[in-house]
Each structure stands twice: as C-alpha cells, then as structure tokens.
C-alpha cells in the first residue's frame, strides 16, 4: 500500500508514452502525489510531486503539443496541496497518539491486569470501547482475592467514551478497598453506591439525565461449592454447568448505584451452586444488546449453548470474533465480559 504512488506514477507514465498523445493519460500524473498524501510524509510527497513534473516536461519533449505547461502547474498546485495535507495528517496522528497513551494510562488506573488464576479459580477478561480513540468507556470489572473469597465486579456507568471513565474509575477503586475490608457482599454494594454518589455530586453530568451504573458482585469462597452474587439492576450472569446451561437471575433487583435513595436500600444476594467444571460468564450489556445491520440483537444464550466446553480464554477469544463478525465491526456500547471457572483440586 505504501508503494502504491509510485505505482500509479509507473502505470500512468507508461501509458501516456504507449499510448496516442490524443489519450492524454499524462493528465492524471497529479493523482500521484494526491494520493501520496494519505500515507507519506511531507518531503517524500514533495520529492514524488517532482518526479511526475519532470516527467511531464519529459512526455512534453516527445510528444509536442500535449498541453504540458498545464498539466505541469496542475501537478506544481496538486503536490503543493499534498505537502500540506500530509503535514496536517501528520499533526492528527500525532495528537491521536498522545490521546491514546492518556486512554491507555486511564485504563491501567480502572482496569488493572487481571490475574488468569486465583487459587481454583481461573479468570479471564474481554473489554472492546465502542469510542475507539478512546480504547475505554464506561464499562468496568475487578477481581480481587480476600479472607472472604475470591470476589468479582463487574458493571457499566450510563453513557460511553471518556466521560464516563471518571464515574468507572470510582467505583472500582472503592470496591477494591471495601472487599478487603466488608465481611458481607450488602455492605460492599453500599459503600460502591456511596462512591458513586459522592462523584456524581461532585462531577455532575451534563443535561437533566442522572447519571448511574449498573453493578453485579459475585462471591467465591474458598473452597465452597456454592457462589453469592448481588445484582445491581446488570444483566444475569450465565452459568453452564454440566447439566446445561442457565442464567443467575436476582430473586429480587437491588438498586442501581447511585439511585438508592430512589429505589430504596435494600439489597438481596443470592446463592447458586458453583461446583469444579462450571463455567460462569459476566458480561455488561454491550454484549447482548450488539446488532446486526437488520437491527436483531446478538443471540447470547443461543450462542452460549452451542459452544463446547472450553477455558475461559478460549470461551472469550470466540465471543470477540463472533461478536465483530456479528456486528460487521460496528461496536454502538462498550463491551466487558468476565469468565470464570472452577477447577477441580489437584491431583
């Protein structure tokens, strides 16, 4: 792709000289440096420009009466404009560089590496931005190992793209203090909730709209064979286990964070069977909301079912190429997903 100016340099000039001066294939040698633009800097695009002048003046001497002295100022006025706009480009990527290191250092503050394995418990992460300059939006997740148990977090804040990275970043970090520190899931929620409070009063969004964030905790303790989870308004984990497949729903919704006042404090965890061989899969709702170009949404539970029993990282690999391919690439919400299995003890 880079050569390809200096391709269409070769073919456009063997044509004018192979062909009848009537043709006049010399007219489109300021293409060349047109083209140049989009992909080479400026003095390559400058030195180019110069080579199709001299050629001009060269098919000129051949051929007399081709009109050379005005395809000549075409190509001067052409790479002129090339140079130009190539040093603009140049400008933009490199703004769009130092944006993205800055994304890049925002999603190391909120999304910190996650550890593949904790004890029995194997982890593995997805996360697509649908503003893709920005590589991170409003979804979040958080693992961390405790005297409790291994505890989970994932959720989505309203609203996608950096400005919502600020409300994502406060809810984790305080849920990575509050699961070291809270004995019970209920508490946990409480003080993400009062975090997510305290920012939004003090970064208010803009318009009318609140802004507020769905949340889902998961529990495994330590050797246990069963898992709690509290759902805040987010969409059902699913879990497949041996027998099929099923999706966790909340006996009873808690209150999104940041709307408890509203909806009320009251919160409800649930408990589940989690034995070794179960796979669970966390998700923010990018993923089953995903559309096709006839606007059908991604079928997940359908496409959950079919897939055989894998590890996570494979589970996840093959939902983020069916996902894109599903999509056509056309990402409208960020996409976070969590899997989770538990393995048996070793022999």
Known sequence: MRLSPVILTVVIAGLAYATPPEVAFSRLLPAAPALAAAMWPVLPTVLLGTVCLFLMIGLGIVFPGLGTWWTSAGIIAVTVAAAYGSHVRLQRERTLFHVRLVADAAQQVVLSPMPRRLGSVEIESLYLAAAAEARIGGDFYEVVDTRFGVRLLIGDVRGKGLPAVGAAAAIVNSFREAAYGEADMVSVARRLDASSTRYNAAFPPEGSMERFATALLVEIPHGGRRIEILNCGHPPPLLRYRGGLRALEPTTPSPLLNLAELMGDHYTVDTFDFVPGDLLLLYTDG???????????????????????????????????DLLRYSKGRLDDDIAALAVRLRGPSP
């Open 287 to 321: 993923v089953a909301e995903a559309r096709a170009r006839d606007g059908g949404f991604f079928p997940l539970v359908a496409w959950m079912g079919r897939q055989p029993p894998t590890p996570p990282h494979e589970l996840l690999t093959a939902l983020h190429r």
